[in-house]
T-cell receptor, first 111, second 113 residues
Framework: DTAVSQTPKYLVTQMGNDKSIKCEQN?????MYWYKQDSKKFLKIMFS???????INETVPNRFSPKSPDKAHLNLHINSLELGDSAVYFC??????????FGPGTRLTVL | GDSVTQMEGPVTLSEEAFLTINCTYT??????LFWYVQYPGEGLQLLLK?????DKGSNKGFEATYRKETTSFHLEKGSVQVSDSAVYFC????????????FGSGTKLNVKP
């Protein structure tokens, strides 16, 4: 029944490591997003895909690489993790211009 | 540029008090406006929305009216409950900007019994 799911929910790792976060939606939406939420709850859009095509690519280090194998999936790979990457990462999906549905978030802690 | 400005929190109220969280926007077009709520440890979920001027969105006792003349979309509730404690985000979407939503900085609400 889960509309937007993310794995893992928690991710603890060392600086310099590479990690991936997976996102899946079963709502039939054509657009998916990645957001980063910092400790002050500020929400920043990172990427947006529409029908597997990259639409929005905000000013994000190129260590972050999204991949959309199909319309229902949008994964986020992060290379050479840094302390400043620690945050909660949210995946979301929508039809264009309509309500966004958010996943439960992945809390990334870089030690 | 296009943006959303929310009142800073935290906002602390007693149960049954009246709530207002201010939200104003800057946009060159005619945006759709949204309020999202984030409960502790969860993702954001839609609370209400309005797609054109003078529309009123409402849900779970919360209301917000799209005011084009004041470029505002203030969130109100007549009587808050402890269970309303959460972070509230105002957001806008513009058709010409395709997929991009602009979120405010969030306002944390604490309701005390």
């Amino acid at each position: 029944d889960t509309a937007v799911s993310q794995t893992p929910k928690y991710l603890v790792t060392q600086m310099g490591n590479d990690k991936s976060i997976k996102c899946e939606q079963n709502l039939g939406h054509d657009t998916m997003y990645w957001y980063k939420q910092d400790s002050k709850k500020f929400l920043k859009i990172m990427f947006s895909y529409n029908n597997k095509e990259l639409i929005i690519n905000e000013t994000v280090p190129n260590r972050f690489s999204p991949k959309s194998p199909d319309k229902a999936h949008l994964n986020l790979h992060i290379n050479s993790l840094e302390l400043g990457d620690s945050a909660v990462y949210f995946c979301a999906s929508s039809l264009v211009g309509d309500t966004q549905y958010f996943g439960p978030g992945t809390r990334l802690t870089v030690l | 540029g296009d943006s959303v400005t929310q009142m800073e929190g935290p906002v602390t109220l007693s149960e049954e008090a009246f709530l207002t969280i201010n939200c104003t926007y800057t946009a060159t077009g005619y945006p759709s406006l949204f309020w999202y709520v984030q409960y502790p440890g969860e993702g954001l979920q839609l609370l209400l929305k309005a797609t054109k001027a003078d529309d009123k969105g409402s849900n779970k006792g919360f209301e917000a009216t799209y005011r084009k003349e004041t470029t505002s979309f203030h969130l109100e509730k007549g009587s808050v409950q402890v269970s309303d404690s959460a972070v509230y985000f105002c957001a806008l979407w513009l058709s010409y900007n395709f997929n991009k939503f602009y979120f405010g900085s969030g306002t944390k609400l604490n309701v005390k019994p």
